[in-house]
Structure formats: structure tokens, C-alpha cells
């Protein structure tokens, strides 16, 4: 799947970038996955204050990045939060939760039904609050920002549904999801904001990112792609979805070589 992506996306080079990233791919979503299952617990324990930050536990020091202060702070106004398979995306929810932030994040529920449970009240919980939602049609999304939440969507998979949207992403076509766009046209002016968890090569360290972004023509995909594409630039081995058919719906025929 790495190498099929790689060779689409960046078929220059694409077996040196392989050799090369991906058994750091493996290495970095082992960890977060262990960080995800062991280590939990420390971003639930983070402070609500901004004026805490940087602040230290368990040998880690957790800051927010230059600027992102007054960002977060309009986070907590609601809004739509765009994110990505990128780092160690899932310690993001339970971070935000704890600075105050009206998090509702859209998931598909898990399979068997006790994983959910599992995973919706151990990890997606924060101070005794769900943040995770399945609501079942986009008009549920409109009330969930008309009360002033935090929408939260990852929106770097392949949408397949009938109304996907087109866009680029690193020079190829791609289906993407259409919700952003929705709810942007039926709630004009909403802000919406990007959030990433960044970790030095020293590992002692989380930083939190984030950036209000701005649609262009009313959409917010090729402004989410371009921040997307820097990311990967920046660490190819950190995005998760070079394991995923993310050109499956445009180009199945790269994944059946």
C-alpha cells in the first residue's frame, strides 16, 4: 500500500523515499499507538490555563506554539477543526478538551460494538465527557455549530459517497469529503481552524499547533491540501495515510498492481 501510494504521488525517486521512510512510518505509528494505549492519561491531566503552558509531566514538556494562543482561544467559541492522519492526531481531542474547548469530533463507530465502548470511553472521554459524535446526517452538524461547538473532522481520507468533491492533493486528483463545504454554504463565516501535534527529534516535547485557515470561493479543500502537503514535506514518515487507499475512488487500478 506505502509503496503503491509513493509511486503514484511521487514516482521520482519513490523506491529510495520507501526504503527510506518506511520503516519509520512503522516506528512512529507503533509509538503513537503505545502513547495512545499506555501513556493516555497525561494529556487528560493538562492544564485548562493558558498561562500554565509550558508545563511539565512525566519527563515531557507540553507547550503551544507561537501564535496558537489566540487561535485556541477563538476555538472555544466554536467553529469547524479540520485534521489529518498526521503524528500523534488522536492526543489532540483530549488536549483541546482540557483548554476549555467545545470539542465534537465525528468518528465512525468501531467494530465489534465493545472496541467502541471501549475506545469512545477510555480515550474519546475527557473529565467525564464524551467528545466523540456519529451524528447521522449533515443537518445534525449544522446544530451541533449553531450551538457553538467545535466541529471536528479528519479530512484527508477518500470520500467514495456520490457527492464526494474533487480536489489535488499532491498533484493528483482526489475525492474528498463534501461536509466542510456544506456546512461553510449554509453557515457563512463560520471559522474554521487546523490543529497538529508537533514532537522534536528529542521526543521530550509536544507542541500544539494551530491556525485558523481561510476558504477560497467558498471551499476549504485546496487550503486544507496545501497545509496537508507542507506537513508531509516537512515529515513524509509522520502521515499515517501512505497506508491507506487514499486514490482509490479516482485511480483504483494503482492498487491492484
Known amino acids: 500500500m506505502v509503496q503503491a501510494n509513493l509511486n503514484y504521488a511521487q514516482s521520482t525517486h519513490s523506491k529510495i523515499i520507501y526504503t527510506k521512510e518506511y ?28 498561562n500554565s503552558y509550558p508545563f511539565k509531566q512525566n519527563h515531557i514538556t507540553y507547550k503551544l506554539s507561537d501564535g496558537s494562543e489566540s487561535v485556541l482561544e477563538k476555538m472555544r467559541e466554536g467553529g469547524i477543526f479540520l485534521t489529518a492522519h498526521y503524528g500523534n492526531y488522536e492526543a489532540i481531542g483530549p488536549w483541546l478538551c482540557r483548554l476549555g474547548i467545545p470539542l465534537k469530533a465525528s468518528y465512525i463507530p468501531l467494530k465489534p460494538a465493545m472496541l467502541n465502548r471501549i475506545v469512545e470511553n477510555r480515550i474519546r472521554s475527557v473529565d467525564q465527557r464524551n467528545y466523540s459524535v456519529n451524528a447521522r446526517n449533515p443537518r445534525e452538524f449544522l446544530r451541533l455549530l449553531d450551538e457553538k461547538n467545535l466541529f471536528c473532522l479528519l479530512m484527508d481520507q477518500d470520500s467514495r459517497i456520490e457527492s464526494a468533491a474533487k480536489a489535488t492533493f499532491l498533484g493528483k486528483q482526489v475525492h474528498v469529503n463534501p461536509l466542510p463545504d456544506f456546512l461553510l454554504k449554509h453557515r457563512p463565516g463560520t471559522p474554521v ?63 491492484s498492481k
Open 193 to 255: 481552524f487546523i490543529c497538529w501535534l508537533e514532537e522534536p527529534k528529542s521526543r521530550n516535547e509536544r507542541i500544539l499547533h494551530a491556525i485558523e485557515a481561510t476558504p477560497i470561493n467558498g471551499s476549504i479543500n485546496d487550503t486544507f491540501n496545501r497545509w496537508l502537503e507542507n506537513r508531509i514535506a516537512e515529515n513524509p514518515a509522520l502521515w499515517y495515510g501512505w497506508t491507506h487507499r487514499r486514490f482509490f475512488s479516482c485511480n483504483p487500478e494503482i492498487y
Open 23 to 50: 520503516r519509520q512510518i512503522i516506528s512512529n505509528l507503533s509509538r503513537h499507538v503505545s502513547d495512545i494505549l499506555f501513556d493516555f492519561g497525561s494529556f487528560k491531566k493538562l492544564p485548562h490555563d493558558f
